[in-house]
């Protein structure tokens, strides 16, 4: 029976049909919900990871014994996992193994715009690219047959909208597959002697995947009016098809590496004008231009950004339809921490304390937003402790007496662990905060090894952190409760003023989580408000000020950071006067 289907939930079915037994993924924004779908199959073992070469490895050893194996990440959770990717290139496989990565033009969740299809060039790993749920699901079981026919990891490209829209997907039946493990030396221990006879079987299966994309389902012309033809990719082909209809004709490509030379020829040879709408990189347009062809690209569409089907509109020169506006001018809603948010009393101890910090990736980095303004770098996940152990090698005692690396729990096992054992290793004088908030909050509450739970919920083993950042060699490790601001403000000034490396845990559930109870709102004496502003200097969303603090009761959940703030006591529980 047919069924509407986000694409990382059609993704999840093929991988259900296609016979999958193992996933093990980090969750990443647009990718997160493959892996979340792809639990609910009991046929499945699925799996967070610390983080993307985890995972990466994690599957290949999956496949490597026989059984066909998945792991998910976004587009710079590739890049974490470049490292086994492309010597996974030389051994190949045994079972199908699929990477799926998703990438985030716009940048709605990501810090920067970055297009994977460069890691399958440079890797030479062939790469699937669906243009909706419907081909999400149809892609996934072929990137399987792939993977055993030509021996090799294969790539299956997602992107925000393909991701997190929604089509019609036709769900079929699955079929168990599985392989025996044979001891091959030769083949899977990637010494260079073993590696340099594999190359040249790396270049052979590209050549042997250059024919097959000639003919493939994934590739296909479909005629129109020739004066103009258009190469095409993703949701590119669904916004060209909108726009032109059957007033182009278009070659609409799914296998997207390697690229097809005699079929991009003969459709070049047959419209008068060639054109490629692709996002991001011009990947296909410089494949044209290696072939000797001549195609209309980057020089009418932007390098930034999503498209739209208005964006090809006015490419092409075409009337972009006047869109409804509305007269009033809308006041700008920046994202902010969330009324509650364990991350808020800390950083504005931090900001109090007139500290340098070097951030990280998670909610938290909302932080740099007004009116804290507390983060000044955001790089990629755990650079904040391996940056603050440079800052301050350079930096001096001034440096170090006043700069601190900040990232969350999730994120310290991802890649925080090795920045911290440098800071051990090599003595540099620096603190670093790990904000515990029992989750990994920002791609949607996902379990990870400080929690104690797996990824279906059951108990799970669990990372002791302070006893792991000892066993690190960092002796000064403070707890604090961020809601208690003095003894949040004391830990800071404490571990700013030792003169070793040392570790404050920031630790309270994130506020989101079902199974915190919170306390009942507060409310704003207006009588005892003295107007002073003091409590808006933490930018919590439930706060606002008219003639005096307003409190609303919709968002607060009592954490009292707020009332700490306040020297006249202005902020009482809800009920001892509130009306």
């Known amino acids: 029976m047919k069924q509407l289907m986000l694409g990382n939930k059609a993704a999840a079915r093929g991988l259900y049909e296609a016979g999958v037994s193992f996933v093990s993924s980090y969750p990443g924004t647009p990718s997160t919900e493959i892996t979340e779908e792809a639990v609910k199959y009991d046929e499945i073992y699925c799996e967070w990871a610390p983080n993307e070469k985890v995972a990466m490895e994690a599957a290949f050893g999956a496949c490597l014994a026989g059984a066909r194996s998945f792991c998910g990440m976004k587009h710079v959770g590739l890049n974490v996992a470049a490292d086994p990717l492309y010597t996974m290139s030389y051994t190949g496989v045994n079972a199908g193994m699929v990477i ?19 890691h399958a060039i440079a890797s030479k790993v062939p790469m699937l690219e669906p243009s909706d749920a419907a081909e999400a699901r149809e892609f996934a079981i072929a990137a399987y047959d792939i993977s055993e026919e030509y021996d090799t990891p294969v790539i299956l490209k997602m992107c925000t909208r393909v991701s997190h829209c929604q089509s019609v997907v036709e769900p079929g039946d699955r079929t168990e597959h599985s392989k025996t493990y044979e001891k091959n030396i030769a083949k899977n221990v990637m010494t260079p002697a073993n590696a340099i006879r594999r190359h040249p079987f790396v270049e052979e299966r590209t050549r042997k995947l250059v024919e097959f994309a000639e003919s493939c389902p994934f590739n296909r012309v479909e005629w129109g009016d020739k004066k103009i033809g258009i190469i095409c990719d993703s949701t590119s082909y669904h916004y060209v098809k ?13 296998l997207v590496n390697p690229l097809p030379e005699k079929l991009i020829k003969d ?21 044209c231009r290696v072939l000797g062809l001549d195609p209309c690209g980057k020089a009418a569409l932007p390098l930034l950004g999503e498209f739209s089907q208005n964006v090809v509109r006015e490419a092409f020169g075409k009337e972009v ?49 007004a009116p804290l303004n507390a983060i000044e770098t955001t790089l990629c996940m755990g650079a904040s402790v391996s ?20 990232l969350g729990d999730s994120t310290f096992m991802h890649s925080g662990m090795t920045g911290l054992a440098n800071i051990a290793y090599n003595q540099s004088n620096s603190t670093v905060v790990i904000l515990d908030n029992s989750i990994t909050g920002m791609t949607g509450h996902q379990q990870n090894p400080t929690t104690g739970y797996n990824i279906k919920g059951d ?19 403070a707890v ?5 601001l003095e003894e949040t403000d004391k830990a800071i000034k ?86």
């Open 387 to 406: 940056s603050v152990h440079g800052f301050n090698k350079v930096g001096g005692e001034d440096s170090e007496k006043h700069t601190v690396g900040v």
């Open 321 to 369: 339809p006047e869109g409804l506006s509305i007269d009033e001018d809308i006041p700008v809603r920046p994202p902010a921490m969330c009324a509650g948010c364990p991350h808020r009393g800390l950083f504005y101890s931090l900001v109090k304390n007139k500290c340098t910090v070097l951030g990280d990736i998670g909610c938290y980095t909302l932080a740099a937003g």
């Open 480 to 484: 604090v409760d961020p809601y208690d």
């Open 459 to 477: 108990p799970a083993g669990k990372v002791d952190l302070e006893a792991l950042i000892r066993a690190m060699g960092i002796n000064r490790v």
């Open 267 to 287: 459709f070049a040879a047959g419209v008068e004008k060639l054109y490629v709408v692709e996002e991001l990189d011009p990947i296909i347009e410089n494949h």
């Open 242 to 254: 909108e726009v032109f209809g059957e007033g182009a004709s278009v070659l609409k490509i799914g």
């Open 100 to 118: 799926g990565v998703a990438d985030d033009a716009g940048m709605h969740s990501s810090q920067n715009e970055q297009d994977s299809r460069h």
């Open 494 to 579: 404490e571990e700013l003023a030792a003169e070793e490396p040392s570790v404050i845990i920031s630790r309270r559930p994130c506020a989101l989580l079902k199974y915190v109870k919170h306390e009942k709102p507060l409310y704003v004496n207006p009588d005892k408000c003295m107007k002073c502003k003091a409590c808006m200097k933490i930018g919590c969303p439930a706060l606002s000020f008219k003639e005096t603090a307003v409190v609303d009761p919709t968002q607060c959940v009592g954490c009292g950071v707020c009332s700490q703030l306040c020297k006249f006591d202005a902020f009482e529980e809800t009920g001892k006067g509130a009306e």
